[in-house]
């Protein structure tokens, strides 16, 4: 079983649909980042966050330590929201710290 | 202000040979992360080097090695090249080690034949 889960997979929708994308973990973790690929390959860090909820725009994060999830929500979405969201997660098992990925999650936002 | 610059952005090598791939961070960054990206497995996390020392690294093997320099630029080599070793290389820089935002180059895409 993977360190951390996203769900979906695959997720279609329409354009102006709110969209979830969740991540769950099951390790220890100092922090959670969410990222967006786009094709062609450019990674873009979305948030960081270690404990409540942050906004960006139509984008909202949020975390819940005790029950090992975050969840990605897109408001009023748009085709160009279209990309690979990934979770990761940094777990610190001694002295060093590793960062682990989910295998992401692929939208597709139809106009 | 220069985003965090890859080079170079492609490279074909045989099996056995060794790659040295480069790194430019955001100017006043001074950690460097690594990250593998294969259909497969996805992304990895590879190695972080602040301040020219390794700070954190993931589960590689040996083969897989870095080093920062005094200008924050850092490399990542690797020995003895395998077929699976072809992949996506990514690189991000970040102001502060560990759990902190973090700016991705374009990456290298490195093919072993």
């Known amino acids: 079983k993977n360190e951390v889960e996203q769900s979906p997979q695959n997720l279609t929708a329409q354009e102006g649909e709110f969209i979830t994308i969740n991540c769950s973990y099951s390790?220890?973790?100092?922090?959670l980042h969410w990222l967006q690929q786009h094709p062609g390959g450019g990674i873009v860090s979305l948030f960081m966050?270690?404990?409540g909820k942050k906004k960006h725009g139509r984008l909202i994060a949020t975390i819940n330590i005790q029950e090992k999830h975050s969840s990605l929500h897109i408001t009023a979405s748009h085709p160009r929201d279209s990309a690979v969201y990934i979770c990761?997660?940094?777990?610190?098992?001694?002295?060093?710290?590793?960062?682990?990925f989910g295998k992401g999650t692929k939208l597709s936002v139809k106009p | 202000k220069a985003g965090v610059t890859q080079t170079p952005r492609y490279l074909i090598k045989t099996r056995g040979q060794q790659v040295t791939l480069s790194c430019s961070p955001i100017s006043g960054h001074r950690s460097v992360s690594w990250y593998q990206q294969t259909p497969g497995q996805g992304l990895q996390f590879l190695f972080e080097y602040f301040s020219e020392t390794q700070r954190n690294k993931g589960n590689f093997p040996g083969r897989f090695s870095g080093r920062q320099f005094s200008n924050s630029r850092s490399e990542m080599n690797v020995s003895t090249l395998e077929l699976g070793d072809s992949a996506l290389y990514l690189c991000a820089s970040s102001l502060a080690s560990g759990a902190t935002e973090a700016f991705f180059g374009q990456g290298t895409r490195l093919t072993v034949v």
């Open positions: 390790v220890g973790i100092s922090a």
């Open positions: 990761a997660v940094w777990n610190y098992g001694g002295s060093q710290g590793n960062l682990i």
């Open positions: 966050l270690s404990s």
